[in-house]
């Protein structure tokens, strides 16, 4: 039986070669003793000396050639099924959420506990936060799909907990828990975005405290911000932030909330 791959979507195709494009860059400026990551990695020390730039350049420089290579089949797999679900700009979105949820979180331990140190300036690098993000995602949207932990079968919830796990277990006991607790606060932020996208209440109070209420751009209460609903539900998730690809118009793919189930 051939074996088909699903197609790369644009989005996650111009992220790849993106990281992949810094990764050979910077394996080649390195021979010449030169190091991007200290130029664009995140750390508090960093940040301190004004590279204000770090928290969302640091994410496009693979720390090597497997997490390069791995985090490419994350975001072509998973990222591209999350990308036609949710459309160009609720997934970009969500992309930015986590980048800067892994960034937040990194700073803030570097500012507590390391200020002052060599470790301040130890940068954080790497898609690896988006990519394990992804899965966290797919495991809420499609808890029952089979994921592979190695060469083990799981369903993707199962998949999802050791995720978890592992990433706590490195953040409580080994020398540099301080990037697990990142992709911890990279899953966090991701599945909080999750939340809020698909909590319309929540969604229209804000936008209306925002924009106002009789501002015209607000949503009142009793408002639909479309005549007709473009929430298509799956058997197999928990958690529909999926939409109909024909009834989706990508120009307001983020106006309409998702519901949650």
């Known amino acids: ?134 899965c966290v995602a797919y495991g809420v949207l499609f808890p029952e799909r089979t994921m592979y932990f190695f060469f083990f079968p799981l369903q993707a919830k199962w998949f999802v907990m050791i995720l978890v796990a592992m990433n706590l277990y490195h953040g409580v006991f080994t020398p540099g828990g301080v990037f697990a607790w990142a992709q911890l606060g990279a899953m966090l932020s991701g599945f909080l975005w999750m939340l809020f996208v698909s909590n319309p209440h929540l969604k229209n109070t804000l936008a209306g405290k925002f924009y106002g209420r009789n501002g015209g751009q607000g949503l009142g209460t009793g408002d639909r911000p479309h005549g007709r609903s473009r929430i298509r539900k799956s058997k197999n998730s928990h958690l529909h932030i999926v939409e109909d690809p024909q009834d989706r118009n990508d120009d307001d793919d983020d106006d309409t909330p998702p519901t949650y189930h």
């Open 1 to 134: 039986m051939q074996m088909q791959f699903p197609p790369m979507s644009r989005l996650n195709k111009g992220i790849v070669i993106t990281f992949v494009a810094m990764f050979l860059l910077n394996a080649i400026l390195a021979k010449t003793g030169f190091n991007l990551s200290a130029l664009l990695g995140l750390s508090s020390g960093a940040l301190m000396q004004g590279k204000i730039w770090t928290p969302f350049t640091y994410a496009l420089i693979p720390g090597g050639l497997l997490e390069c290579l791995f985090d490419a089949l994350i975001f072509w797999f998973i990222g591209s099924e999350l990308e036609n679900m949710w459309g160009p700009r609720r997934y970009a979105y969500f992309l930015i959420t986590t980048v800067l949820g892994a960034a937040v979180i990194f700073s803030l331990l570097g500012f507590i506990f390391f200020s002052g140190s060599s470790l301040a300036y130890y940068p954080l690098t790497g898609p690896a936060g988006m990519a394990s993000t992804m």
